[in-house]
């Protein structure tokens, strides 16, 4: 009887350890297990694989952290990059070639119909694409819980402040060195209009350059309208813009290229269009730069800086293809910081420097019927449209 149960024991230990190795080898390959077959439905933001549905367990949610492995079709990403480049192009040096060789002028419906969808574009791409993938990142169960539950919206706030500061400075500046200017024509007239007693000629003498070069340059008095916007100014505006779009085109480079196999052409998709109309916006906003601000191979450069970019990243991410984890806190800050800092950008420049511009200071606040519901419909349909791609990337 006790040979029996010595070997009943034995017996059942042998099983418990076959049990336990059975379980070890499930644990060991959770990464590698396909979120659908547990019901989950996956996109990628930035990289970051985000899993909504299935099995939520916290046991899942920490084998979903490591390292997965995926399918990668290398020669197909290589050559869809330069089907990106291409897009990309076409949508940032259409409006600026056609308004270059006067195939469409800055007062034409259909520039004033593409400038404002392009400002659609990028309010809502500040929103529904960078800020809210910027949360979903902090919010990542990899990152574990923040100390302060305000950080998506801190960075944010930094990058419009950051963005203001740029204007106001810039602003700031060529209103010195017109003051600057101002002064030495004073002094001139002064010169000239001495006559042999000592005196000045004429008491408007000494006031009327000030006066003309304020009516020249847009400078309107306190109680006038509102100023209008240096060359310079604009270019800097122009400058803000394009450096927000830069910081997360590299990311949705990266993005593409870590997608694995399964998702990878449906992303595609998306980003074809997200970066057609993406340089549609900045497209339109460069080609409006007067020659003062921006000479004809200025305008190319800068349209070539957002041609490349996207592509940049894509490269970046191929060669760091097997090392790259999406699910490691440190990426998961750095590119959550890209993404905040960003909206901020274009958040500033979309609101404030396109469409309160647009819309309450320039053309469209005293357009004709026709043309003003034109400009809406455009924008709102760049609002709808970039906030229906940000369900996939």
């Known amino acids: 009887m006790v040979l029996a149960h010595d070997a009943g024991e034995d017996v059942q230990l042998l099983v418990d350890a076959a049990a336990g190795e059975h379980e070890g080898e499930e644990t060991s390959t959770h990464s590698e297990e396909d979120p659908a077959s547990s019901g989950q439905h996956c996109h990628f933001h930035a990289g970051v694989e985000h899993c909504v549905g299935g099995d939520s367990s916290e046991e899942s949610a920490e084998g979903n952290c490591d390292v997965t492995t995926r399918d990668y079709n290398i020669p197909l990403r290589i050559g869809l990059l330069f089907v990106i480049l291409f897009t990309s192009a076409f949508g940032v040096f259409t409006p600026i070639l056609t308004t270059r060789f006067n195939l469409m002028s800055h007062n034409n419906i259909i ?21 809210t993938h910027a949360e979903l990142m902090f919010g990542n169960e990899c990152l574990g819980e923040l100390e302060y539950e305000g950080t998506t919206a801190a960075i944010f706030m930094a990058g419009l402040f950051l ?114 109309f993406e340089g549609i916006a900045l497209g339109t906003c460069i080609a409006e730069l007067p020659k003062a601000a921006a000479s004809t191979l200025q305008k190319c450069i800068m349209g070539a800086v957002f041609a490349l970019i996207t592509p940049i990243g894509m490269a970046i991410g191929i060669g760091v293809l097997n090392e790259f984890n999406g699910n490691d806190p440190s990426t998961i800050v750095a590119l959550g910081t890209l993404n905040a800092l960003s909206a901020g950008i274009l958040a500033w420049v979309g609101i404030v420097e396109m469409l309160a511009r647009d819309w309450l200071h320039g053309r469209l606040s005293n357009a004709g019927v026709v043309r003003t519901v034109c400009a809406m419909i455009a924008l709102v349909s760049g609002m709808v449209i970039m906030s229906v791609l940000g369900k996939w990337a």
């Open 111 to 131: 520039f004033v119909v593409l400038k404002q969808f392009g400002t659609g574009v990028v309010i809502s791409t500040a929103f529904i694409h960078l800020f």
């Open 163 to 276: 963005s203001f500061l740029v204007d106001y400075l810039g602003a700031r500046f060529v209103q010195w060195r017109q003051n600057k200017r101002i002064g030495s024509s004073i002094e001139t007239a002064d010169v000239s209009d001495m006559g042999g007693d000592g005196k000045l000629g004429a008491t408007s003498a000494s006031t009327t350059p000030q006066h003309e070069f304020n009516r020249s340059h847009g400078i309107a008095h306190a109680h006038g309208p509102v100023r209008e916007a240096t060359p310079m100014e604009e270019k800097l505006n122009v400058m803000n813009l394009e450096a927000g779009i830069i910081f997360h085109s590299i990311l949705i480079g990266i993005t593409l290229v870590v997608a694995g196999d399964s998702f990878f052409i449906t992303l595609f998709i998306v980003i074809l269009f997200h970066q057609m």
